[in-house]
């Protein structure tokens, strides 16, 4: 049997793309480099995107289509090309970016993402250049604590590539999620379909120049914390916890995810957050709702810094309803907390780089 070019491409025409209803010589995803070599054929399958959903269905479509409807006894090579650039490879992403900060903790409801959102406001008033991703996918709150529920980022074509622009708000890029989904409808994805969400408001989007980079994790330990460990290189990590010992038992189990030596990723430090309650009309008063310094003993006890310790006051929940972080007054009791908390986290990151930089050096003179 003799193989010629049209043979191959009307083989070809029988397969459509699931995006566009196409057949793939139609839409022109054949590639002009068709080679016949006796019943030897390899071509090219030209894609928008490197990360095309459909790339392995189509491909394997194509080789079923010329056994077919030509010969099995041919022997296809088909190769991927696409029309955008490729995703950085995990660990060389965000390369603009000096500190990647992962806020976590044990289990919900400690007020996580609240610190988080603070914890961004706060270096951005200290002069950082900040961003916020969050990486909660299955509960997203920063649009709602940004007041920004209603934004819909939009791609550019930047060198070649189609990336994501974060919303912008209080000197802060952000991103969620929560702004691509209905926020009324849960979101029911198996493991695989989140993390590559995740993967994508990292490396596709444009996120330029950062000081730090805040990630608001999800709470416990789960698929999404594997994949930023394996996506990023992150700097350090913040553990928050109420002073009660139910939180303080998952605290322990979120440090240990990133200290075992398989991650090896260094605690910066832990926050108590809801340390104490102080009501409005008695400013000197403290009670002591949730136990007194749980959090800080068992800082004292790992031998790592308490990075702060923020107080119950009703303004905390009604700026974060509102979308006005308490961190934005400087002049509150809970905004000097948080800038306080700011500013430890930043001593211990240039800590951390500067015990690092010596290591490094010596390793580029190897």
């Given at each position: 049997?003799?193989?010629?070019?049209k043979?191959?491409l009307?083989?070809l025409?029988?397969?459509?793309?699931?995006?566009?209803?196409?057949n793939?010589?139609?839409?022109e995803?054949?590639?002009?480099?068709?080679?016949?070599?006796?019943?030897?054929v390899?071509f090219?399958l030209?894609?928008?995107?490197?990360?095309?959903?459909?790339?392995?269905?189509?491909?394997r479509?194509?080789?079923?289509?010329?056994?077919?409807?030509v010969s099995?006894?041919v022997?296809?090579t088909i190769?991927?090309?696409?029309?955008?650039?490729?995703?950085?490879e995990?660990g060389k992403?965000?390369?603009?970016v000096?500190?990647?900060i992962?806020?976590?903790?044990?289990?919900?409801?400690?007020?996580k993402?609240?610190?988080?959102?603070n914890?961004?406001?706060?270096l951005?008033?200290?002069?950082?250049?900040?961003?916020l991703?969050?990486?909660d996918?299955?509960?997203?709150?920063?649009p709602?604590?940004?007041?920004?529920?209603?934004?819909?980022?939009?791609?550019e074509?930047?060198?070649?590539?189609d990336?994501?622009?974060?919303?912008?708000?209080?000197?802060?890029?952000?991103l969620?999620?929560?702004?691509?989904?209905d926020?009324?409808?849960a979101?029911?994805?198996?493991?695989?379909?989140a993390?590559?969400?995740l993967?994508q408001?990292?490396?596709d989007a444009n996120w330029?120049d950062?000081?730090y980079f805040?990630l608001?994790?999800?709470?416990?330990?789960?698929?999404?914390?594997?994949?930023?460990l394996?996506?990023?290189?992150i700097t350090?990590?913040?553990?928050?916890s109420?002073?009660?010992?139910?939180a303080?038992?998952?605290?322990?189990?979120?440090i240990?995810?990133?200290?075992?030596d398989k991650?090896?990723v260094?605690?910066?430090?832990l926050?108590e957050?809801?340390?104490?309650f102080?009501?409005a009309?008695?400013p000197?008063?403290?009670?002591?709702?949730?136990?007194?310094e749980?959090t800080k003993?068992?800082?004292?006890?790992?031998?790592?810094?308490?990075?702060?310790q923020i107080?119950?006051?009703?303004s905390?929940?009604?700026?974060?309803d509102?979308?006005?972080?308490a961190?934005?007054?400087e002049?509150?009791?809970?905004g000097q907390?948080?800038?306080?908390?700011?500013?430890?986290v930043a001593a211990?990151t240039?800590?951390r780089?500067?015990?690092l930089?010596?290591?490094?050096?010596?390793?580029?003179?190897?």
């Amino acid at each position: 049997m003799t193989l010629y070019p049209k043979l191959i491409l009307d083989a070809l025409a029988t397969v459509r793309y699931p995006g566009n209803g196409k057949n793939i010589v139609e839409a022109e995803m054949v590639a002009d480099n068709l080679r016949i070599d006796g019943m030897k054929v390899s071509f090219s399958l030209i894609f928008e995107k490197p990360t095309d959903p459909f790339m392995k269905s189509v491909v394997r479509a194509a080789e079923t289509a010329i056994h077919t409807y030509v010969s099995k006894e041919v022997e296809v090579t088909i190769a991927t090309e696409s029309k955008q650039a490729a995703r950085p490879e995990p660990g060389k992403m965000l390369p603009q970016v000096k500190n990647v900060i992962a806020v976590s903790s044990g289990k919900g409801g400690v007020g996580k993402s609240t610190v988080a959102a603070n914890l961004a406001v706060a270096l951005a008033k200290l002069g950082y250049k900040v961003g916020l991703l969050d990486a909660d996918i299955f509960g997203p709150s920063v649009p709602k604590m940004f007041q920004v529920e209603d934004a819909r980022p939009y791609a550019e074509t930047i060198d070649g590539r189609d990336l994501i622009i974060p919303v912008e708000k209080y000197g802060i890029k952000l991103l969620s999620i929560g702004f691509f989904v209905d926020p009324d409808q849960a979101t029911l994805w198996r493991g695989g379909m989140a993390s590559n969400a995740l993967k994508q408001l990292v490396g596709d989007a444009n996120w330029g120049d950062l000081d730090y980079f805040v990630l608001d994790t999800p709470p416990g330990t789960s698929d999404i914390h594997l994949t930023l460990l394996q996506t990023l290189a992150i700097t350090g990590a913040v553990i928050v916890s109420t002073p009660q010992e139910v939180a303080l038992a998952d605290a322990r189990k979120g440090i240990n995810m990133y200290t075992n030596d398989k991650v090896n990723v260094p605690i910066l430090g832990l926050v108590e957050n809801m340390a104490w309650f102080t009501p409005a009309e008695l400013p000197n008063n403290r009670y002591y709702l949730f136990g007194k310094e749980g959090t800080k003993r068992l800082a004292e006890e790992l031998n790592v810094p308490l990075l702060g310790q923020i107080p119950i006051v009703q303004s905390i929940c009604e700026n974060g309803d509102k979308g006005t972080p308490a961190a934005l007054d400087e002049n509150s009791v809970t905004g000097q907390a948080f800038i306080e908390l700011a500013r430890n986290v930043a001593a211990q990151t240039e800590k951390r780089n500067a015990e690092l930089a010596p290591t490094q050096i010596v390793e580029t003179h190897k």
